[in-house]
């Protein structure tokens, strides 16, 4: 007996839905590593270019006006010398504060002009990763960021330090769907960024997103710092 195949709308009933594009598996985030010369406008690279043997280790940065921004450094130094002197030297740095010194690493706080770099991530809505390197003349950035704000970052970048480049991108799809973080690792870090956590500035405060999560401020604040470690931890300093 012959097969009656069925026809139009019947046939394709039979048949099933038609299959899924391919498309590239979920990801949270991609962490980007960025190679950034710095431009004779930043004072810490014209420091970092005189003397190439001293390591600078940024270890946290705040505009304090629009004129004005504050940042503390550490300086790993191959000996003692002026070194605060130096940087009060420079143009664009008003004053510089010693915090702690030691035979090999100074710690200062610096109040300078602000970068030309802040805004574009301001605009952009990210930030870099504390603390990085910055060795002759050129800064070792770390961004968490969608593929499309990774390609923006750079060109906007490149405006100002054409030789940049990105160094290396870690998908967080090498390790799973949720790279190395817990599915409650990954949900909680998924809805803060939906609410703006790490936007710059932040649309939520810690508290207020700890608040709508259900949790106690010190707890999610702990767990967020661990699910940072974890996304960074693969990725050391350069010396």
Same mark, same amino acid.
């Given at each position: 007996m012959p097969v009656t195949r069925p026809r139009g709308s019947a046939a394709r009933a039979s048949a099933g839905p038609p299959p899924a594009p391919a498309r590239r598996s979920q990801q949270l985030v991609d962490i980007c590593r960025l190679r950034v010369p710095l431009p004779e406008s930043a004072w810490?690279?014209? *420091?970092? =270019?005189k003397f190439p043997d001293v390591r600078?280790?940024?270890q946290s940065r705040l505009d304090v006006d629009r004129v004005t921004s504050l940042t503390e450094i550490v300086l790993r130094v191959p000996e003692?010398?002026?070194?605060a002197e130096e940087l009060r030297s420079l143009p664009q740095v008003r004053e510089v504060e010693e915090l702690e010194r030691s035979a090999d690493r100074l710690h200062l706080r610096v109040v300078h002009r602000p970068s030309r770099f802040i805004p574009i991530f301001r605009e952009l809505r990210l930030m870099? =990763? *504390? $603390? *990085?390197?910055? =060795?002759a003349g050129e800064?070792?950035?770390?961004?968490?960021a969608p593929e499309a704000k990774q390609r923006a970052l750079l060109a906007r970048i490149r405006a100002e330090a054409p030789d940049a480049d990105i160094e290396s991108v870690r998908h967080s799809e090498d390790r799973? $769907?949720?790279?190395p973080l817990t599915p409650r690792q990954a949900d909680l870090l998924r809805r803060a960024l939906a609410a703006g956590y790490f936007e710059v500035p932040r649309?939520?405060?810690?508290t207020a997103l700890a608040g709508s999560l259900g949790m106690a401020a010190s707890s999610l604040s702990e767990a967020l710092a661990t699910v940072e470690k974890k996304l960074l931890e693969k990725w050391p300093l350069p010396d």
């Open positions: 810490i690279g014209n *420091f970092s =270019r600078i280790d940024v003692p010398m002026g070194w870099r =990763r *504390f $603390p *990085f390197t910055i =060795r800064a070792a950035w770390v961004v968490v799973g $769907p949720w790279g649309k939520v405060t810690l």
